[in-house]
């Protein structure tokens, strides 16, 4: 049997919460690299002669080093072809240097030991925007020997990356900026509409949608010195309820107030009738699991407190009673497809 994980989260219905915490500006990201090269100097672990690409890769690189030689007569061993991958900071500036890193390709065995030439990454639009080499680092144990086993056909370059054309984002000279929640919600959209409103005492935003708030620049500002006050902001952020489910784990994540109504369900050969009281019974054969819940085992029956029925208690009491991940998930998914459960189920 699996072993079953259940995670207690503490939710409320409000927080409070920082903008800069709830919500993005539009155009402030990062921006995604890649590139192809080759690592050498690896200890025979490189790519056997199965990889035709590179080996096509070192005849063009020596080709273009004044050195004409076939594909098919090189049989090194010492050398893996990779992809580059990197992320762009907003607002890096020529000169800067980024952490890069590097992915095997090929059926090399292990980077360990290699450095990686020098390689062009671009961005989607084919552009160049960044420069990458240096000595491959794979961490972790590579050996036989105590500590954690690494992954060493992928590897990391601390700092191996140059940026070398910058992505312009000028907000210094614009008057309107932008705003989007990182999930939708009609709530916390005015939520940040009010707070910014009431810190400036002037309408300086104005919530579009469920996800979008447009921001005027106050007179008296800098759009840097507005954008950073505005991030700074406190406002109440309303959460939706959630349970989380993994199948693949049996990992339910929920909040702890999630409250379900109480019913009468068969699964398998699992038959629970769910009774809310506001004085516990405690029949013969019971188990006490706290002061807010009882399971009556020679009833099949789970009492609760008034207030206190929750998904968090039921996943407890049918876990107590021998239910599997399965069953718990199963059981779950109808609950929520009858209506006993009003937060939202995620199946991941």
């Known amino acids: 049997m699996r072993n079953f994980i259940l995670f207690l989260l503490t939710i409320t219905t409000l927080y409070s919460a920082k903008i800069s915490n709830v919500a993005n500006i539009v155009g402030v990201r990062d921006n995604h690299l890649i590139g192809y090269s080759l690592v050498i ?32 007569d090189i049989k090194s061993k010492n050398v893996a072809a990779v992809v580059v991958t990197a992320e762009l900071a907003p607002f890096s500036r020529q000169g800067d240097k980024f952490n890069i890193t590097v992915s095997s390709i090929g059926d090399a065995k292990s980077l360990e030991g290699g450095t990686l030439l020098m390689t062009p990454l671009k961005g989607v639009d084919g552009k160049i925007y960044g420069l990458a080499q240096g000595a491959v680092s794979i961490g972790g144990r590579n050996g036989k ?28 000279n614009q008057e309107y900026v932008t705003l989007s929640l990182k999930e939708s919600n009609f709530k ?54 959630k349970i989380v489910i993994n199948e693949r784990t049996g990992t339910i994540i929920s909040g702890v107030g999630i409250k379900i109504k109480p019913i009468i369900m068969t699964h398998g050969d699992i038959t629970i009738k769910i009774t809310e009281q506001s004085n516990l019974s405690n029949p013969a054969g019971a188990m006490v699991v706290d002061e807010n819940m009882v399971i009556g085992l020679n009833e099949n029956e789970l009492y609760t407190k008034t207030g206190t029925t929750t998904v968090a208690n039921l996943v407890r009491s049918l876990q107590k009673m021998g239910a599997t991940p399965k069953d718990i998930i199963s059981i779950l998914e109808a609950m929520k497809s009858a209506g006993s459960i009003s937060a939202e189920l995620k199946v991941i």
Do not use: C
Not at 45 to 72: E, R, Y
């Open 41 to 72: 100097g690896l200890k025979k672990t490189g790519d056997g002669t199965t990889s035709k690409f590179t080996l096509q890769s070192i005849a063009n690189m020596l080709k273009a080093m004044n050195i004409d030689m076939d594909s098919v």
């Open 188 to 241: 916390n959209s005015v939520s940040i509409q009010k707070n910014i409103n009431s810190f400036y005492n002037t309408q300086v935003a104005v919530a579009m949608d469920p996800r979008t708030i447009r921001l005027k620049k106050p007179q008296n500002r800098s759009m840097i010195e507005f954008l950073a006050e505005v991030q700074d902001i406190d406002m109440d952020y309303d959460v939706k309820s």
């Open 145 to 172: 020997g105590a500590g954690v086993d690494s992954h060493p056909t992928v590897g990391l370059i601390y700092n191996g990356g140059l940026v070398e054309r910058e992505i312009s984002l000028d907000l210094y």
